[in-house]
């Protein structure tokens, strides 16, 4: 891929970012820059795309559209990961239409060309005897799978370093089990915004305690905080966390579970971040008070009691691993002012709907949380599209949104100068 030429004042931009600030409007409302982020961003780096659970059997297939790229992930007949760019390799033409499902073959519906579900083609009426079948295969795309999530890479050559962080994050998620774990419940919801202010709403909880009752039933309301900054309100919050850290480290302890939080969000191109927080009340779930939403706890999990494993990924997502459900977050661009949030939650696979959990309690914290965020996602990009507009400074407890941008416009910057 070569890099689009950008006019002076994309490029001025990219050059000038006041670091502390929130980012220029074209940031978030050019076409240009929209544009850029799909070739610079999403069409380089690993995102995270599905989970082993939506592609269990043999055939089984997603698609992923980003930008002009539709890639097809599926399991093959060996029961392998694959990726293939979803294009006929006769006339062009898309071969899988919907989100998801399943196939024996893949059979593109203009001239019936079949293609096996390692790519390879295996039908091709009306060509002559010259004709080299072996050429014409799907066009693979790069794809990895870590303790049950699957990552594609569109470029050439995939960020290097994808198999140093797969190994430190693969010990955090393997007990829980994703790759055999059910999907509960699916929701694709369309925010109209920019995908960046997307992962910059999610990478800060400042605006919790206002905007997501539900959700701080169970969190502590203390992110970015230290004990020299609580304030006397939220003291004895403060001491009911300290209270459940003790209780979580106990429990990781006893299961040889990992305890060091990872922090390389914005010193790495696969950018991720991995932490262990203690839960309010019960400390188990997003139940009320802290409570399960499921009977059956995850993977080899044995306690309740057991926090939530929250992990971001540069760009594209963010987890939540509790004792008895799993939620995986993928945001995807769509345009300058709509992305489109999926949201998965995984339960373990022997639990049953209506006996084990019920869809409306486990999901009800985040969906409510969700379609807030959208509200506050959509009033933003409305305010950075007005001309009164002129980037803020961020707050201390916005530490994490920094870092976003750091990690976005040094990406940027790597790309146009490449």
């Known amino acids: 891929m070569s890099s689009p030429k950008l006019t002076a004042e994309a490029e001025s931009l990219i050059n000038s970012r006041a670091v502390g600030y929130s980012l220029e409007a074209p940031f978030y409302t050019s076409q240009e820059i929209f544009d850029l982020d799909v070739e610079a961003i999403f069409a380089r780096h690993w995102l995270f795309s599905t989970t082993e659970a939506e592609i269990a059997e043999a055939g089984d297939f997603v ?9 097809i992930i599926l399991r093959d007949d060996d029961e392998e990961v694959r990726a293939f760019r979803n294009v006929c390799r006769h006339r062009g033409s898309r071969l899988l239409d919907s989100p998801c499902g399943s196939v024996g073959n893949l059979v593109c519906p203009y001239h019936q060309w079949t293609y096996r579900t390692d790519g390879s083609l295996i039908h091709a009426e009306s060509q002559p005897p010259s004709f080299e079948r072996d050429r014409f295969g799907l066009k693979p ?11 594609i890479c569109l470029g050439e050559e995939p960020p290097e370093d994808f198999d140093e962080v797969a190994g430190i994050i693969e010990p955090y998620l393997a007990p829980y089990e994703l790759r055999h774990a059910k999907v509960a419940h699916q929701i694709d919801l369309v925010e109209e915004g920019n995908w960046k202010l997307v992962m910059e709403n999610n990478r800060e909880c400042h605006h919790c305690d206002s905007a997501h009752p539900e959700l701080i039933t169970a969190y502590f309301p203390l992110f970015g905080y230290t004990a020299d900054d609580v304030t006397p309100r939220l003291r004895p919050v403060f001491e009911r966390y300290q209270a459940a850290a003790e209780n979580l480290g106990s429990a990781c302890a006893a299961s040889q579970f ?4 990872w922090y390389e969000v914005d010193t790495r191109i696969t950018g991720f971040r991995v932490s262990h927080l203690p839960l309010d009340g019960a400390g188990s779930s997003f139940g009320p008070d802290g409570k399960p939403v499921c009977a059956k706890l995850m993977g080899s999990i044995t306690q309740e009691r057991f926090g939530d494993l929250s992990m971001h990924m540069q ?7 509790l004792s008895d459900h799993a939620i995986v977050f993928r945001v995807l661009p769509v345009s300058p002012d709509k992305s489109i949030v999926r949201t998965t939650w995984l339960v373990h696979p022997d639990a049953v709907e209506g006996v084990d959990y019920d869809v409306d309690s486990l999901t009800s914290v985040w969906r409510t949380t969700n379609g807030q965020d959208r509200a506050l996602v959509a009033g933003t990009q409305c305010g950075v599209t007005d001309p009164g507009y002129e980037p803020g400074p961020y707050s201390l407890v916005e530490d994490d949104v920094e870092a976003f941008a750091n990690w976005y416009m040094g990406r940027l910057h790597k790309y146009v100068t490449s």
């Not at 698609?63 to 890639?71: E, K, L, Y």
């Not at 795309?141 to 990552?151: E, H, I, S």
């Not at 990992?258 to 939080?261: A, E, F």
């Open 63 to 71: 698609t992923v559209d980003i930008g002009p790229h539709s890639v």
């Open 141 to 151: 795309v790069n794809v990895r799978t870590v303790a049950g999530l699957v990552f």
């Open 258 to 261: 990992p305890r060091d939080s």
């Open 315 to 321: 760009p594209n997502s963010w987890f939540h691993l």
